[in-house]
């Protein structure tokens, strides 16, 4: 079964200002689906989402590291 989140308990769950999600879903980042007048992101999306961002901090990290 699919699990959904709102963007509050997306925003809850980083502990981060709802704005700072609706700019992920408005850059297209983040996929959400638009359910009335709110917005809806699916469990699996966020996961990889998180991961996404988890590799790209854990590059960074590793380049200033090594001086590159």
Same mark, same amino acid.
């Given at each position: 079964m699919r699990q959904f989140l709102t963007v509050p308990e997306v925003a809850d769950r980083w502990k981060v200002n709802t704005r700072k999600v609706y *700019?992920?879903?408005n850059?297209?980042?983040l996929r959400a689906i638009r359910f009335g007048r709110s917005w809806r992101i699916e469990l699996n999306d966020? *996961?990889?989402f998180e991961?996404?961002?988890r590799r790209e901090c854990a590059d960074e990290l590793?380049?200033?590291?090594l001086g590159c």
């Amino acid at each position: 079964m699919r699990q959904f989140l709102t963007v509050p308990e997306v925003a809850d769950r980083w502990k981060v200002n709802t704005r700072k999600v609706y *700019e992920y879903i408005n850059a297209g980042d983040l996929r959400a689906i638009r359910f009335g007048r709110s917005w809806r992101i699916e469990l699996n999306d966020l *996961e990889r989402f998180e991961d996404k961002l988890r590799r790209e901090c854990a590059d960074e990290l590793r380049r200033f590291r090594l001086g590159c």
